[in-house]
Nanobody, 125 residues
Framework: QVQLVESGGGLVQAGGSLRLSCAAS????????TGWFRQAPGKEREFVAT????????YYSDSVKGRSTISRDNAKNTVYLQMNSLKPEDTAVYYC??????????????????WGQGTQVTVSS
């Protein structure tokens, strides 16, 4: 019912910035909470950030807090992740996800109903 497509990944030097976008289709997207997760090769998928349906509540993992900003534009059916001061350990495939019934500050991947295919972020030292 909802399709998500990530973009904006690429190769960047440490200290640089990237803005990831997640474009969604589906009439109900604006009512869904969305989150960003990432997965490095050979590692478990980990939570990055989440934002509620209105954009009024955000929550970040400790690893990106203070240097990342999640936002959304419901008129464009798009959610963003601005990442600054990138580090080599940020290298991963970044996934956008949407949840119909999120809980407060939900970091659990199992809470999300729809997932994109991911966009690669590579940070060189």
């Amino acid at each position: 019912q909802v399709q998500l497509v990530e973009s904006g990944g690429g190769l960047v030097q440490a200290g640089g910035s990237l803005r990831l976008s997640c474009a969604a289709s589906g009439r109900s997207f604006s009512t869904y909470a969305t989150g960003w997760f990432r997965q490095a090769p050979g590692k478990e998928r980990e939570f990055v950030a989440t934002i509620n349906w209105s954009g009024g509540r955000t929550y970040y993992s400790d690893s990106v807090k203070g240097r990342s900003t999640i936002s959304r534009d419901n008129a464009k059916n798009t959610v963003y992740l601005q990442m600054n001061s990138l580090k080599p350990e940020d290298t991963a495939v970044y996934y956008c996800a949407a949840a119909k019934t999120p809980r407060n500050n939900d970091y659990r991947a199992t809470s999300y109903d729809y997932w994109g295919q991911g966009t690669q972020v590579t940070v060189s030292s």
